[in-house]
């Protein structure tokens, strides 16, 4: 079992993940946004055009590969179902004790007939810093040529130089975004953690990753 286990820890390229950034093993960074959709069929022609080429322009400002992802899921109703059940102990009512049981019925039943899918974006946005590291020595070496810093400190301050890159790049995607009319929120640690944990274990109840206001 432990040979299992390791042999499919060598096919995650992830080697941590810290504030809110992905590590790579190649020591690439990667931040995930989760992005509201569009429903481009509701709108008139002429706002399908803006739409599209608003896009168009978006794409074209970014000197960066940007990668766009669709996770499509049956929708998981259990929860819903609990806090239904938990009403219908509750409730002393019995004409309404009735209507309760007969829609978590309804339900139950709708569900299993119905195949409902619930649709997430992410826009995943990369900063490969590797390239330049190698070539030149190490980034902190030449920053800080005749630092006493430990080897601790040295890779957390070139993690924070790398990751404000990131984030600059991240701040152009949301901009970018939101003039078309799509919200983003960036996922934090402990949601790209069951993010990539509901990839490799779809099988799994998931756990729910909402936007929040911004």
């Known amino acids: ?3 299992n286990a ?3 820890q060598d096919f995650v390229p992830i080697k941590e993940i810290q504030d ?3 590590v790579l093993k190649d020591g690439g960074l990667r931040a995930i946004l989760m992005a509201s959709s569009v429903n481009i069929s509701l709108k008139s022609q002429d706002e399908q055009t803006a739409i599209l080429l608003q896009f168009q322009d978006f794409l074209n400002t970014l000197d960066f590969s940007l990668q766009i992802t669709l996770q499509s899921r049956k929708y998981d109703v259990t929860s819903y179902i609990s806090i239904l059940e938990e009403k219908l102990r509750d409730q002393t009512e019995p004409l309404l004790k ?3 049981q007969e829609y978590i019925q309804f339900i139950k039943n709708f569900t299993e007939n119905v195949n409902m899918m619930t649709n997430h974006f992410f ?3 990369p900063y490969d810093p590797t390239t330049f590291s190698k070539s030149s020595g190490g980034l902190m070496s030449k920053i800080f040529p005749s630092s006493n810093l430990s080897e601790e400190e040295k ?3 070139e993690f924070e130089l790398n990751k404000s890159q990131l984030e600059q790049r991240v701040d152009l995607v949301e901009q970018g975004l939101s003039r078309m009319g799509i919200r983003t929120a960036q996922l934090k ?4 953690v069951e993010l990539f944990y ?3 274990n779809p099988g799994d109840a998931e756990a729910k990753i909402q936007i929040g206001d911004k």
């Open 1 to 3: 079992m432990a040979l």
């Open 6 to 8: 390791r042999a499919s």
């Open 20 to 22: 809110g950034v992905v």
């Open 98 to 100: 009735i209507q309760t």
């Open 123 to 125: 826009g995943v946005v």
């Open 155 to 157: 890779s957390r301050e």
């Open 189 to 192: 640690t402990d949601e790209e």
């Open 198 to 200: 509901r990839v490799f």
